[in-house]
């Protein structure tokens, strides 16, 4: 359990920072103390959770929330997302007007302010180890990819083991100082970096906005920044008049392409170490690079680490021949079996032992991997087949675009149209865009769609259904 990791460095490196928020800072003594005070706290409430179950965790502070996930690991109980309302049991310190997302449908316990104020007050206390089971619960996590309905998907304490190991090879050896992940462990990406940093000793910082990150990056030495390409794009957009980073930072894209122009802007004005990682809720890190290696094959998402095999296969399941596109599918130590009570939805996108992407890729011929989009994101237009990510890009290319997705619309005739929902600086001149694309070949024709944010998952990934739906219903009989 990741929480052993924990325990270690408390004793070897004490006085070490492990955890940072803008409000406070705790080395590894103090937050080992605080875990086994909020464990300790978590069992006198006498929750029944048992094997297979999971206890949901959503706290209005930042370091509470880390120290909830590592105390349910502590006394091997599984833990979830905040908003995962079909966990059996939900913990948290909001109060029901204030709590959002959809109910839960398990037992809540809310905590008052003088309840934990009394739980962290408390002597940390040794715990007996509970006897655990490998192979058992020890996380849940939500995993919607671009689909409506978030689907459920258990880590067993082994896998998560896997993705410690699998992030410490492939990126994270020997890197110490300050990890900040973006994304949050309500997301895999975030949740990896989060419990990776404190295997290795690192300091975890949360709670910083994309727009104060530069703060960060110059106060501290180095460190590991984890972050979507959107996000990316938004924080060398704000960067301060005279910002001047620490020379030793690492920063990790991943849940969409890296465009190859924000790629060269970052590694110009943040650091030249940017990391391209591609992976999965359900099948944990499959392939990292340097986006440097961009520079010669855009869309490419690096080497497979070990741990993992990535095959590319046709609608058949059948390896495609070297150079050929198709879906991925991957299999590992980090692949799980399937989702947690949705036999479907198991069957449909693990098959013997393969997890299946509905991503398309290729390999290249020196080994590393191609990302092309995603099999559901794939226009039919007129015939035509289309994969948005050719327009997301050259539109990202024109100054003052700040985000942007494109998505397929129906027609009064029933016949799809492409549209390009579009982020704008507040002085964009709007017909710039039209006749900045006209430079690119290979375009189809398209509407723009102005609006203030582009519906994303924890992930990044676009949600391109719901911009389809609202465009619908805003264009009614118009279309």
Not at 175 to 190: C, K, Q, S
Request: proline residues 8%.
């Amino acid at each position: 359990m990741f929480d052993v990791f924990l325990a270690y460095q408390a004793r070897q490196r004490p006085r070490a920072l492990a955890v940072v928020t803008p409000a406070r800072r705790a080395t590894y003594a103090q937050f080992d103390a605080d875990v086994s005070r909020f464990a300790a706290g978590v069992l006198d409430l006498g929750l029944d959770v048992a094997p297979g179950q999971s206890v949901s965790l959503r706290f209005s502070d930042t370091y509470l929330q880390y120290v909830s996930l590592v105390a349910l690991a502590r006394i091997g109980v599984a833990s979830a997302p905040g908003f995962d309302s079909r966990a059996e049991f939900r913990l948290t310190d909001l109060p029901e007007a204030a709590d959002p997302g959809p109910p839960s449908q398990g037992r809540t316990v809310r905590l008052s302010r003088d309840g934990l104020a009394q739980i962290m007050a408390a002597p940390a206390r040794d715990l007996p180890r509970p006897s655990i089971d490998p192979d058992g619960l020890g996380r849940v996590m939500l995993s919607s990819g671009t689909t409506r309905v978030p689907r459920r998907v258990g880590l067993s304490w082994r896998r998560l083991d896997a993705a410690i190991h699998g992030a410490v090879a492939a990126y994270a050896y020997g890197r110490l100082g300050v990890w900040i992940p973006v994304l949050g462990i309500d997301a895999m990406m975030g949740l990896t970096q989060a419990i990776t940093a404190w295997s290795v000793g690192a300091a975890v910082a949360n709670g910083y906005p994309v727009d104060e990150l530069a703060g960060p990056m110059e106060r501290y030495g180095s460190g590991i920044i984890c972050m979507t390409p959107v996000q990316l794009r938004h924080l060398l957009a704000r960067l301060p008049e005279g910002f001047t980073p620490q020379p030793g930072w690492m920063i990790t894209t991943g849940g969409s392409a890296l465009p190859l122009s924000v790629a060269r802007e970052a590694r110009l004005r943040l650091t030249p170490d940017i990391r391209v990682i591609y992976g999965a809720t359900e099948a944990g890190l499959a392939a990292t690079g340097h986006a440097a290696g961009l520079e010669t094959a855009p869309d490419m998402i690096g080497h497979v680490p070990p741990g993992a095999e990535v095959q590319v296969v046709d609608d058949d399941d059948r390896p495609v021949p070297p150079g050929g596109s198709g879906e991925l599918r991957i299999r590992g130590e980090r692949t799980t079996l399937g989702y947690l009570d949705d036999p479907e939805g198991s069957a449909e996108r693990f098959r013997d032992g393969w997890f299946y992407t509905r991503d398309i890729g290729r390999y290249l011929p020196d080994g590393r991997l191609v990302l092309e989009g995603r099999v559901d994101d794939r226009m039919n237009l007129g015939g035509i087949k289309f994969m948005p990510r050719l327009l997301e890009e050259a539109a990202f290319d024109c100054p003052g675009v700040f985000d942007c997705a494109a998505f397929a619309v129906p027609d009064a005739q029933g016949l799809d149209q492409c549209w390009l929902a579009v982020v704008a600086a507040p002085d964009f001149e709007r017909d710039s865009l039209a006749r900045h694309l006209t430079g690119y070949g290979g375009l189809p024709a398209n509407r723009f769609a102005w609006i203030d944010e582009i519906p994303r998952n924890a992930m990044g990934k676009v949600e391109r259904a719901k911009l389809r739906d609202a465009l619908m219903a805003a264009l009614g009989d118009a279309r």
